[in-house]
């Protein structure tokens, strides 16, 4: 007898373990901390779901340098569900909540964290939920995965991971506040990003 | 003497659903039953093989609304007649609520000579109680009696004939010639704006309530004034278990009452008025499955003597509509035998000599038709319907012969059907399909062959 | 979710994911800018057979803030058979490419006629059809009272059904398409609803219905209820013997100034008064009930748009429900095939 692995049949691969996530946050996060010099005026945006709470890391980790910051107070969702250019084509979508920090969004430097790279469209869409919600004097992009495939002109100005992939393959990303154990890849309950299938 | 001289050998068909035997048919009548017929039939009949179908007396229906004249984009005299003869009918009723109403002896003989001109089946037009269906004066019944028409059923069917003393007065004066008031019992107030039977449906679809007590009130005033004044009352399309009881009492006090009910409501609940489809709008509405099964029983111990259709053509514009737009009624003419043979020989509930009671002796007997309603016997008039019961049809009302589209059994599969109808010993149908009318004969009254 | 017709059919994961939406939609309408691009390109008809301004006019805000391009149709009642427009109506809209028809009718039942016609593709929205529905006001109703019991339970409102709330809903039920809506709507939730009114004006058959029946309000607001929802008494029934007088209506059946002191003397703090608008002051409810505090009513007439927006939004984007049902093979309950299966 035998017991049917997980995902069988598709083929896939660890890219990133949860330590080389937290690596990757680690860096991110002084990498914000340096172009902005320091933390005046920052403001995290995650785009759901997996945006969030890698948003959430990523102010914790800059708290961590300065002590000063509340990271909550910096950390914020956009969903940007009534924004996208493709709901038409797939079914129904529940919007989630966009939740600002209180300090708003005017003249702040909005960092939009994403968990994967792709086409470029889910930012282009998070754009637009910005325009609408205020006025930004700067927005950057910090993605953990960038995979490549771009279908607009949209680059990230931070990046956990380029990894080349084609684009017949899924990239799954999975953390630990978003999603349930059941749904965890090979490697178990913890944080990674897999690869699957592809020709 | 009719002007038709052919005939028609049926060989092998059982006869009232009893054991097979030939039928040989010569000029109108029936001139031998059983192993004579073959004997008697020469080599110049028709031969018709009815194996394993079924010979019944034509039907006859009390209740038809031919729509003519006034609104023939519904139904006229001629369509409605067809669609009667390929469902098996050889007399019908028609109602008097035409445009103008058939409250004088006028529009009845126009009526009457249109039946006859058309000549697919004995068309008798039924004639309104009060002037214009209006409900405040009694109409001439007496000089629809005595015309050319012969009336004999009065009814202002569409609506009732509420006020007693009208009511009372009406089956008295139609003694005088042995006419009957049929009745369309609905007492108007309680149903004023009524879209549907009042009940758990009704409450949840927001439909105002058609209460059953608003045909039973009248059924149970009725009956005691036809008791107390000796005369014939005839009940329109019974819908209700409430009725069922009324009627069931009145007639073991030996009152003189009658009842119908239509085939939808042996077959059809409340339950379709869930969809808004006007199709099932009618009136009396469909009722429960309690009502239903009421009613079934009913039919089936005599209390319920006929099946009438309350054939109701409408032109489709007046059902593609809202439900509180649309008009009442249903087609009926050509499913009626289907749905009453699924209703309730299927069911058990009903042989086929049943069947040709409720569908032919009974009507005939209260509409006082001498030709119709009679038993296969030698010497009788030939008015035959051959039936194969063992046919599965799917309803298309695109397909049928009436113009109303109406028909709330559309894409249902139904059981029965009619093969070959002979009328004063004509084939108005064969194989399934119209043939040729009767040849007119303008000096003879078709009431008294 | 192809048509919103009647909260019967609604499940309690449709209603949820509504309900939820609409909180996101209410978050909208609370920013500078109160629009999003979701239904661009899109075209809502409203299709008015009865007057109805504060319900068009909450339709309109609500397409509007989709940034769907919204038709106003007053077609009240032509002189040729009414049958005909209805049919030819909808006929002109499909000529047009509506996507969605929100629909007022004084005949019971007509969204539903014209979503099961064939004559017409679009989404069919009932906006109140005669004696029957009136579906976005029980779901503007839930959603207000939904945050009402979120605030003092001290949950989060999104996610939670009405689980143990006491609701009356008082007045003409019989003629209430508010009433019908949301008695299916709130019970689905979880509420425990008590229709009170005169005995001439609840429907023979209410018997079936989950809920209890009361006749008397003071032996109703003696169950100590969380919420009490007036219902308009409408000017036509007033001289059709329902009841003997307006006055003796209103004693035995109006929330009136007593009733109102009743809820304070009997500590029920927290319970809301509710009416789905226009109030006729002072014959169903007393200026003071509806200036109240405890007044729920221009709650109500915010929440709609909010309702509104999220019904629109879950019926025009996505899929079209014709590919999608080809796509489900059929085994989904039939409500619930497009609303559940929104996390891919």
């Not at chain 1, 946050?25 to 990498?31: D, G, K, M, N, S």
């Not at chain 2, 214009?132 to 009732?160: H, I, P």
Request: hydrophobic share 40%; glycine share 8%.
């Amino acid at each position: 007898m035998t017991v049917p692995a997980p995902y069988s049949g598709a083929k896939q691969r660890v890219v990133l373990a949860e330590a080389d996530i937290d690596r990757a946050l680690t860096r991110i996060a002084h990498e914000i901390l340096e172009a902005n010099r320091g933390t005046s005026d920052l403001v995290l945006l995650g785009i759901p779901r997996r945006g969030f709470p890698l948003a959430q890391r990523l102010a914790r980790k800059i708290a961590d340098v300065d002590p000063g910051v509340d990271p909550d107070s910096i950390t914020g969702q956009l969903d940007v569900t009534m924004y996208r250019d493709d709901l038409r084509r797939n079914p129904t979508r529940s919007p989630l909540a966009t939740q600002l920090p209180a300090s708003g969004i005017d003249d702040k430097v909005v960092v939009l964290v994403d968990d994967v790279l792709y086409s470029g469209r889910t930012i282009r869409s998070a754009l637009d939920a910005l325009v609408d919600l205020g006025r930004p004097r700067i927005v950057r992009l910090a993605v953990l995965v960038d995979r490549g495939h771009r279908e607009l002109p949209i680059r990230a100005d931070h990046v956990g991971k380029n990894l080349p992939t084609s684009s017949s393959e899924r990239v799954r990303v999975h953390l630990r506040e978003v999603d349930a154990a059941g749904a965890a890849g090979p490697g178990g309950a913890g944080d990674e990003v897999v690869i699957e299938g592809g020709a | 003497m009719t002007t038709n001289s052919t005939r028609y050998l049926i060989r092998g068909a059982s006869l009232g659903g009893g054991e097979p035997a030939d039928l040989l048919i010569v000029d109108g009548i029936i001139a031998a039953v059983g192993s004579d017929a073959a004997r008697d039939a020469g080599s110049s009949a028709h031969s018709i093989d009815a194996e394993g179908l079924i010979a019944l007396p034509g039907m006859v229906d009390l209740h038809t609304h031919l729509r003519e004249p006034g609104r023939e984009d519904a139904e006229t005299v001629e369509t409605g007649s067809r669609a009667a003869a390929l469902g098996g009918f050889t007399a019908i009723h028609a109602m008097a609520n035409s445009s103008p109403v058939a409250d004088t002896a006028g529009v009845v003989e126009q009526v009457y000579s249109l039946g006859r001109a058309s000549g697919w089946v004995e068309v008798r037009p039924v004639g309104a109680v009060t002037v214009g269906l209006a409900g405040q004066r009694m109409a001439e019944l007496g000089a629809m009696a005595e015309s050319r028409a012969n009336v004999r059923v009065f009814s202002d069917d569409g609506v009732c004939v509420s006020d007693p003393v009208l009511m009372r007065r009406a089956l008295e004066y139609v003694k005088a010639f042995d006419g009957v008031i049929a009745q369309h019992a609905q007492e108007p107030r309680l149903t004023e704006g009524a879209q549907m039977n009042e009940g758990e449906v009704s409450a949840v679809l927001g439909l105002t309530g058609w209460p059953a007590v608003a045909e039973e009130s009248i059924i149970a005033r009725d009956v005691l004034l036809a008791q107390h004044v000796d005369s014939r009352l005839h009940v329109c399309h019974v819908s209700t278990a409430g009725s069922v009881d009324i009627l069931r009492w009145a007639k073991a006090r030996g009152i003189r009452v009658t009842a119908e009910v239509t085939p939808h409501h042996l077959l059809l609940t409340e339950d379709l008025v869930r969809s808004y489809n006007p199709v099932y709008k009618v009136n009396p509405p469909l009722r429960t499955a309690t009502d239903v099964q009421a009613l079934r029983e009913a039919l089936a111990d005599g209390t319920i003597d006929v099946i009438g259709t309350d054939h109701a053509p409408h032109p489709s514009e007046h059902k593609e509509c809202e439900w509180a737009q649309a008009a009442m009624g249903m087609t009926g003419l050509e499913t009626a035998l289907s749905v009453v043979q699924h209703a309730m020989i299927e069911t058990g509930l009903m042989d086929w000599e049943g069947f040709a009671r409720a569908t032919s002796g009974s009507p005939a007997r209260i509409g006082r038709l001498k030709s119709q309603g009679r038993p296969l016997g030698k010497g009788e008039p030939a008015n035959v319907v051959l039936v194969d019961p063992a046919a599965r049809w799917t309803v298309e009302p695109d397909k049928m012969a009436t113009k109303g589209r109406n028909s709330p059994f559309a894409g249902t599969v139904l059981p029965g059907r009619v093969t070959t109808t002979f009328y004063r010993g004509h084939p108005t149908v064969l194989n399934g399909a119209l043939n040729s009318p009767l040849p007119t004969d303008p000096e003879e009254p078709a009431w008294n062959i | 979710m192809k048509h919103l017709l009647s909260t019967s059919d609604l499940s309690l994961v449709d209603t949820l994911q509504l309900l939820d939406v609409a909180e996101e939609m209410a978050a909208v309408g609370e920013r500078e800018i109160k629009k999003l691009p979701a239904l661009r390109g899109r075209t809502v008809v409203n299709l008015f057979f009865e007057d109805s301004t504060r319900t068009r006019i909450s339709f309109e805000a609500a397409a509007k803030r989709l940034s769907a391009d919204v038709i106003n149709f007053a077609a009240k009642g032509s002189s040729v058979s009414k049958g005909e427009s209805l049919k030819d109506t909808a006929q002109t809209l499909e000529a047009m490419s509506a996507d969605a028809v929100v629909i007022r009718h004084p005949a019971s039942g007509a969204p539903a006629r014209l979503a099961a016609s064939g004559w017409i593709d679009a989404a069919v929205v009932n906006a109140g059809d005669g004696t029957h529905e009136h579906p976005t006001q029980a779901l503007l109703d839930a959603f207000t009272l939904r945050r009402h019991w979120a605030r003092i339970t001290g949950t989060p409102s999104a996610g939670t059904d009405l689980g143990g709330m006491r609701i009356l809903i008082v007045g003409d039920i019989l003629h209430s398409r508010v009433a019908r809506s949301n008695v299916w709507l709130l019970t689905t939730l979880g509420a425990h609803i008590t229709l009170v009114g005169p005995p001439t004006l609840l429907p023979v058959g209410v018997g079936s219905w989950p809920c209890e029946v009361l006749y008397n309000l003071d032996d109703a607001v003696a169950t100590r209820p969380d919420a009490v929802m007036m219902l308009r008494l409408q000017a036509e029934r007033m001289n059709a013997a329902f009841f003997p007088s307006t006055r003796e209506y209103s004693r035995n059946w109006g929330f009136d100034d007593a009733r109102l002191a009743l809820l304070d003397v009997m500590g029920l703090d927290d319970t809301v008064i509710m009416h789905p608008g226009p109030m006729n002051r002072g014959l169903e409810i007393s200026s003071a009930a509806a200036d109240s505090p405890r007044s729920t009513v221009l709650a109500q007439v915010r929440n709609g748009v909010s309702v509104r927006m999220a019904a629109l939004y879950l019926l025009l984007s996505g899929r079209g429900h014709h590919e999608e049902n080809r796509g489900a093979g059929g085994a989904l309950p039939r409500t619930a095939n497009r609303m559940t299966q929104e996390q891919a």
